[in-house]
């Protein structure tokens, strides 16, 4: 009898937990930064410029008026440029100027 109720929890407890899983809705950010880069693969040449478009969105709506830091640098380097920019319409766009070595940023 015992081995019947044994079963009979372990397969409610199953049973809730896999339905649990299936209804619950993702987690939602309500604040996101989008860095868009002038190179679809983020890979630069010796000597060219990147340009990097950053966005804020809170709620998927652009924010204006905040200020945003940033640091450009090649993977595992120190930074080519770093610095703080106002959001004034919708997005900043941050140069780097010329970019001494290729790679990836």
Do not use: C
């Not at 703080?84 to 941050?94: A, F, H, N, P």
């Amino acid at each position: 009898m015992s081995y019947k109720y044994f079963l009979l929890f372990i397969s409610l407890f199953l049973g809730s937990t896999i339905f649990q899983g299936v209804s619950a809705q993702p987690r939602v950010k309500l604040v996101k930064v989008i860095v868009s880069p002038n190179h679809a693969d983020w890979t630069y040449d010796k000597g060219e410029s990147a340009e990097f478009r950053i966005t804020v969105l809170k709620n998927e709506v652009p924010i204006n008026g905040i200020n945003v830091e940033y640091k450009i640098m090649p993977e595992k380097m120190d930074p080519i440029k770093s610095g703080v920019e106002t959001i004034k319409k919708e997005s900043v766009t941050v140069k780097t100027g010329k970019i001494k070595t290729a790679g990836f940023i």
